[in-house]
């Protein structure tokens, strides 16, 4: 059953497509005039920061509302035996009243992600979530189908069932989860060829992104490390490493420079940009164990390597080369993009340079070499 | 051939060519062109490009602050000079004439040039009156140097992330770190003089953005001038609402600058003006509505009943706002 309905949905899909070929002089004038009007039907949304701003007031009513149900209510909550009882009440209600008024909303108001309906959702599901906590709490048995109710997140129901399995846990924990993202990732492959399935593009969109991840995650060795020291017990001493260290190390290393290769050779922007990520995570992970106590340096050479990697892709993709290309794409969202950029560089530049350390005055050089006033000669 | 990349746009493709709004030819010419389209890395790599700049100023920064007292200063100032000369050079020989509209730079790399420019001369500047003083203890200056060569630099060479910088320099000659981040953090909102200072700053930037808006210098630099514009004069309104005991005046003022900027969001359909100023003016307002209830019924349920009551009705309100926009601005 689906909430929205679907063939307004596909028609913001074709006037997008549409914009996009007319940008590029495929379709006339006149036809992507017609085109916008034969779908001209579309649900309501709103742009990201709008979106925001709803999410935030729409939580704040729930919360307010919790506020005033919980100051009529109180009393009962305190005298009563049963308090977690009557929580798990309240979260089932406000669940369920979530639910109904994002029914109701969209029903009514023809919304699809304008903020409102994601909140009414997101807060719904947590509720809901908190309260099967709740009751699984209370009981309190060791059974695995209870667990599966606590962990909806499937992730959370393989790591129990792995964890169950004891000693061998240990071992095959890694490999588990690398077999289990890939399946899922292959999986979704298959999927996203149907086009029945647009209604869940996005969906399918994000958990072929975690997908990916997972599949890093399992084999990083930053990971496997601390993972097994906290959850397995694994103590290790003083010059020993982790068992088949140099495996994790490999892949760590391997897996973000594939995703890049083969996102590039694909020409798929998912498998490129996981990979970028996972390229400076890779690098943490690596700093963390083998650092040498020189941030300036790594810094330095860290800005040294991506400016000449940049210069050097962009000089060899002026001209398109494997039909990849540094032109820029045709697309409406650039504005935000130019502009975020400004921003962040004020973010970055201002907690390190001299600069700003002299605007604090005797600060400058006096902090770490002493003698505020000793000026230039130490 | 890569399939997955092509069928989100063959389904709407096949739609269009059955609802008969393409013809033939015009379905096979789109088919070829969505198969032979090129991959466009545009935006990674330039992203790739200016984490570089940043990390290498970042690292040469900590690089020249570490090692202030111990390693050679000559050749490291030389260096970093030399450094600095050669994107001066490289912006010279690539320059394009100055003009108030937006300019598309021929090199991919001239704005990246630019930013590492400008950050190498305040990384120099600084070090420069650290090994020898030329300006004595007026450190003010060792700002204000790099503030006006960036805000140069950003008007000459057209760059807003060079703007952004010297924009917070000129905030830092008053006294203030106006950085996202450091901007609540930094300062010290309880001492009354920073806050004129921050009001008077704001207004300052406020009124250039309105003014070059106006004049037509540079339209596309507004947004940076009114994010920090409205950034500072709403925390400083905000800081004098909670602290000082000039409440009214204070709200009074905070309403006329959310007016104001709401009004230029919806002129220049910025909806993160939009959400900023209603977002502050609603903190304002509910900080007054808890202050006066707290006054009256000493936070006794009653009260309670009524701020929660409060919190709903305006949330509604403002949600009702943000949903009803397109017709309110049509309206207009």
Same mark, same amino acid.
């Given at each position: ?59 704040? @009513? ?9 100051? +009529? #209510? ?21 669940? *369920? ?7 109701? +909303? ?19 599901? *947590? ?47 890694? #490999? ?9 990732? #292959? ?27 997972? #599949? ?34 490999? +892949? ?5 420079? &594939? ?5 590039? /050779? ?17 690098? &943490?992970?690596? /700093? ?15 800005? @040294? ?19 990849? *290309? ?23 530049? *201002? ?28 | ?9 063959? =389904? %709407? ?7 008969? =709004? ?11 062109? %969505? ?8 935006? %990674? ?98 700002? $204000? ?11 000459? $060479? ?15 000659? $008053? ?51 009114? !994010? ?44 993160? $003006? ?20 707290? %006054?009256?019924? !000493? ?24 949903? !009803? ?8």
């Amino acid at each position: 059953m689906k909430a929205y309905n679907a063939d307004i949905i596909k028609n913001s899909f074709l006037k997008k497509k549409a914009a996009f070929w007319h940008a590029n002089k495929l379709i006339s004038d006149e036809q992507y005039t017609a085109i916008i009007q034969k779908y001209s039907a579309s649900l309501q949304t709103s742009n990201v920061f709008v979106k925001i701003g709803l999410f935030i007031f729409i939580l704040f @009513i729930v919360l307010a509302s919790l506020g005033i149900f919980s100051l +009529f #209510f109180s009393s009962i909550m305190y005298n009563s035996n049963n308090a977690i009882g009557f929580g798990i009440f309240t979260c089932l209600l406000y669940a *369920t009243a979530c639910f109904f008024v994002l029914e109701s +909303f969209i029903k009514n108001k023809n919304i699809y992600n304008t903020g409102t309906d994601e909140a009414l959702l997101y807060i719904g599901l *947590t509720f809901l979530a908190v309260g099967i906590f709740l009751i699984t709490d209370e009981i309190s048995s060791d059974s695995p189908l209870l667990f599966l109710f606590t962990a909806l997140p499937f992730i959370t129901f393989a790591v129990i069932m792995v964890m169950k399995l004891g000693d061998v846990a240990k071992l095959i924990m890694p #490999f588990a989860f690398m077999l289990f993202s890939g399946l899922l990732y #292959f999986q979704i492959k298959k999927q996203k060829h149907r086009t029945d399935l647009f209604y869940w593009a996005a969906c399918l969109e994000v958990t072929e992104y975690i997908a990916l991840l997972l #599949f890093y995650a399992a084999g990083n060795y930053y990971v496997i490390r601390e993972a097994s020291v906290s959850y397995f017990y694994l103590t290790i001493d003083e010059g020993q490493d982790i068992p088949l260290a140099f495996v994790f190390y490999l +892949f760590t290393a391997l897996v973000p420079i &594939l995703y890049v290769y083969f996102g590039l /050779k694909r020409k798929n922007k998912i498998l490129l940009w996981s990979g970028l990520i996972l390229v400076a995570a890779s690098a &943490l992970t690596f /700093k963390y164990y083998f650092s040498l106590g020189h941030p300036e340096i790594a810094l330095t050479g860290a800005g @040294i390597i991506l400016i000449l990697v940049a210069y050097f892709s962009i000089n060899y993709l002026k001209k398109p080369h494997h039909g990849i *290309t540094y032109e820029e794409e045709i697309n409406e969202d650039s504005f935000l993009k130019s502009n975020a950029e400004a921003l962040i560089i004020v973010e970055g530049m *201002t907690q390190q340079t001299p600069v700003k350390q002299a605007q604090n005055g005797v600060n400058f050089g006096g902090g770490e070499s002493g003698g505020a006033g000793s000026g230039g000669s130490y | 051939m890569p399939i997955y990349y092509i069928y989100t746009s063959m =389904m %709407e493709l096949n739609q269009l060519y059955k609802d008969e =709004m393409i013809d033939e030819d015009q379905f096979k010419k789109i088919e070829a062109f %969505e198969s032979s389209k090129l991959f466009s890395v545009n935006w %990674e790599l330039r992203t790739i490009l200016y984490l570089g700049v940043l990390l290498l100023s970042s690292g040469l920064g900590i690089f020249v602050y570490l090692n202030i007292d111990t390693i050679g200063h000559q050749a490291i100032l030389a260096s970093i000079a030399l450094a600095c000369l050669f994107c001066f050079y490289f912006i010279h020989k690539h320059k394009q004439p100055y003009q108030n509209e937006m300019v598309v730079h021929a090199s991919p790399f001239f704005d990246y040039v630019v930013l590492l420019g400008c950050l190498l001369f305040a990384l120099f500047v600084g070090y420069f009156q650290y090994q020898y003083s030329p300006f004595g203890q007026h450190y003010g200056i060792l700002v $204000f140097i790099p503030t006006v060569v960036s805000f140069y630099l950003a008007y000459r $060479f057209d760059h807003k992330g060079v703007l952004s910088i010297a924009i917070t320099g000129l905030a830092s000659t $008053f006294g203030l770190s106006v950085s996202p981040r450091q901007l609540i953090d930094n300062n010290d909102f309880s001492d009354f003089s920073v806050i004129l200072t921050a009001l008077a700053l704001g207004v300052i930037i406020g009124t250039w953005a309105w003014y070059s808006n106006l004049k037509n210098i540079k339209k596309h630099f507004s947004f940076t001038y009114n !994010n920090f514009a409205l950034n500072i004069l709403c925390i400083a309104t905000l800081a004098s609402l909670f602290d000082q005991d000039l409440k009214i005046i204070s709200l009074l003022v905070l309403a006329g600058i959310c007016f104001y900027f709401i009004k230029q969001a919806l002129v220049q359909q910025s909806y993160l $003006f939009l959400l900023l100023s209603v977002l502050y003016g609603y903190i304002g307002l509910t900080y007054i509505i808890f202050y006066l209830l707290a %006054e009256i019924g !000493n936070m006794n349920e009653c009260a309670f009943l009524f701020g929660m009551l409060y919190v709903i009705g305006s949330a509604i309100g403002v949600i009702f706002l943000f949903l !009803n926009l397109k017709k309110i601005v049509k309206a207009k």
